[in-house]
C-alpha cells in the first residue's frame, strides 16, 4: 500500500484575536482524536499529523499539536 494524505481544510474570518485562540484549541483538540484514531488502526507506518494556520498577509504557518508547558505538566 501507498502512503495516503488526508486533508481538512476550515476557513474562518474572525472579528477578534480572542476568537482564534478559541479556534486554536479546537483544531488541537481535533487533531489528537485524529491521530489517536489513526495510531489504534495503523498498521505497520506510525501515521503523522501537522498542523497549520495561514492568512493572506502572514501566509502558513505551522502549529504545535500542544500548548507550551502542556507536555510537561501531563507527565
Known amino acids: 500500500m501507498t502512503l495516503r494524505t488526508w486533508t481538512i481544510e476550515l476557513r474562518v474570518d474572525f ?13 488541537r483538540s481535533a487533531a ?10 495503523a ?3 506510525k501515521p503523522d499529523i501537522a498542523l497549520s494556520s495561514s492568512d493572506m498577509f502572514v501566509g502558513a504557518e ?9 507536555l510537561e505538566s501531563g507527565l
Open 43 to 45: 498498521d505497520t507506518r
Open 15 to 27: 472579528d477578534g484575536k480572542e476568537k482564534e485562540e478559541i479556534m486554536l484549541k479546537a483544531m
Open 32 to 41: 489528537k482524536g485524529l491521530i489517536t484514531t489513526a495510531t489504534l488502526i
Open 62 to 70: 505551522e502549529i504545535s499539536m500542544f500548548e507550551d508547558g502542556e
